[in-house]
């Protein structure tokens, strides 16, 4: 059983900046954390930073010069630092992570920009 714990999240104004964090425990043997989502209220959900396995990184064009992802192998763990935050950033944030075919999600954690 795998287990994804987001955490960072919370109310930030505008032009702030949160640290997210993700933390794989569990039957971790050959999964790979993929990356983090995001679904605002009413709206589907989409990709915000994905990492690969050779640590390349793609972004959301909404994300591109704010956000950074990023990952420690050694405690599997993954990050999503998001600068200059913006109103539309609210969002539940998810964690997620594939084994083969299988993908894994978090619970989420809630982001709030708002003044």
């Known amino acids: 059983q795998v287990q994804l714990v987001e955490s960072g999240g919370g109310l930030v104004q505008p032009g702030g900046s949160l640290r997210l964090s993700c933390a794989a425990s569990g039957s971790i043997t050959s999964l790979h954390i993929k990356g983090w989502y995001r679904q605002a209220p009413g709206k589907q959900r989409e990709l915000v930073a994905g990492?690969?396995?050779?640590?390349?990184?793609n972004y959301a064009d909404s994300a591109k010069g704010r956000f950074t992802i990023s990952r420690d192998n050694a405690k599997n763990m993954v990050y999503l630092q998001m600068n200059s935050l913006k109103p539309e950033d609210t969002a539940v944030y998810y964690c997620t992570a594939d084994r083969g075919f299988h993908r894994y999600w978090g619970q989420g954690t809630q982001v709030t920009v708002s003044s």
């Open positions: 990492i690969n396995n050779d640590d390349s990184t």
